[in-house]
């Protein structure tokens, strides 16, 4: 019996599969993605949506949600005249309520594939060879083994917790971000091994639900990668606001389980400490998930990092095999990801697709957010090129005001010369949403000027962003 053919044949079915998928069906492929995980699909059958919908992004979001109600509840109410005689939190509904929303989510993606007839194989994927014009796919599943025929394969593979020697992950007392999301109740003392966006999002969780958080971080910096106003702001609010407990320069030398949960041994500087948690969260990094790819049956160059060799449009070394998200190089994001899976598919039909990689927006969902696009004032400074800088506080906005929450500013840096946007960064609330301004005037080539042009509405957070591009020529009006 002769193998099932397709135009596109896309292995990993997370975000930038997925997406992948579907654009190349709509451009008028024959197209089908192979998926292998479960996750905690009570039939047992797949889910699609990868890492991000099923035990990261989406989930969660979903608990900072409900943890940043209760805490604004126990700590917020009362400046607008309303109080309560009692509050608690029951975590379970609150996991159920996250479940019920990835659970909607996974679904509402099968839906998608049937509507845009994209093909759900389920099993393993994994290349095997090639015949003639195809390259064979081997998908290995619950009922049996079978070989699908591919003129293009786009592996989206994605990544996986990365995990430190000697400290066993059982995602029941030490956890990385799956068990982290599936806490049955509120830790009295958590521990976070990683400052990263995983750890601090994780972190602000149950530290707003009552727990005791340390967070313990082998680098010196804080928030290296973010613009360094931001992060001597975070660090301000995270630590002196809200009483996480951050330690830097952390070097891990001991991991104890018990009975009674977790002890770590660790060392600041010349001193050796304890921690007594009683779950431990590690949160250290990703890895390219190619193991079982059979990347060398078809000669697919893989780097020291495990991750698929590619050029500027995610074309390997092999002609017809691409290869996007967190297992090629660049950030580990989701909607970077989903981008390069649809240039991918445009590429694979003879359009131009591209991807603007200096315009591509970073989020961190502690409370305050934390927004960026392109260079911060190191990178800038390091590249010997000269720009203006204009920042405006939260404090000084009145829609800010209102809702009761200043923390935090809008940067906005621009070239000395052009005026030319180079880079955008947020801290505060609903820097999530703000910076898509940034980035569809980075897109556009837009000035600091251009931005100060147009008019923004009264009152709104966004109204910061308008100050902060005034404030690159020192003419701001309210601040």
Known sequence: MANKQFDVVVIGGGPGGYVAAIRAAQ???????????????????????????????????????????????????????ISLDSLKIDVGTMVRRKDNIVTQLTGGIKGLFKKHKVTLLAGHGKFVGRDGDYWQVEVAGKDGVEVVDAKNVIVATGSKPRHLDGIPVDNKTICDNAGALSFDAVPKRLGVIGAGVIGLELGSVWKRLGSEVTILEALPEFLAAAEPAVAKEAWKTFTLKQGLNIYLDVRINKVTQGKKGVTVEYEVGDETRTLDCDKLIVSVGRMPCTDGLGAESVGLQIDERGRVVVDDHCQSNQPGIWAVGDVVRGAMLAHKGMEEGVMVAERIVGQAGHVNYDAIPWVMYTHPEIAWVGKTETQLKSEGVEFRAGQIPFAANGRALGQGDTTGFVKVLADARTDRILGVHIIGNNASELIAEAVVAMEFGASAEDLARTCHAHPTLSEAMHEAALAVDKRSLHF
């Open 27 to 81: 451009l008028g492929l024959t197209a089908a993605c192979i998926e292998k995980e479960p996750y905690a699909d009570p039939k047992g059958e797949v889910r699609l949506g990868g890492t991000c919908l099923n035990v990261g992004c989406i989930p969660s979001k979903a608990l900072l949600q409900s943890s940043e109600l209760y805490d604004q509840a126990g700590h917020s109410f009362v400046m607008h005249g």
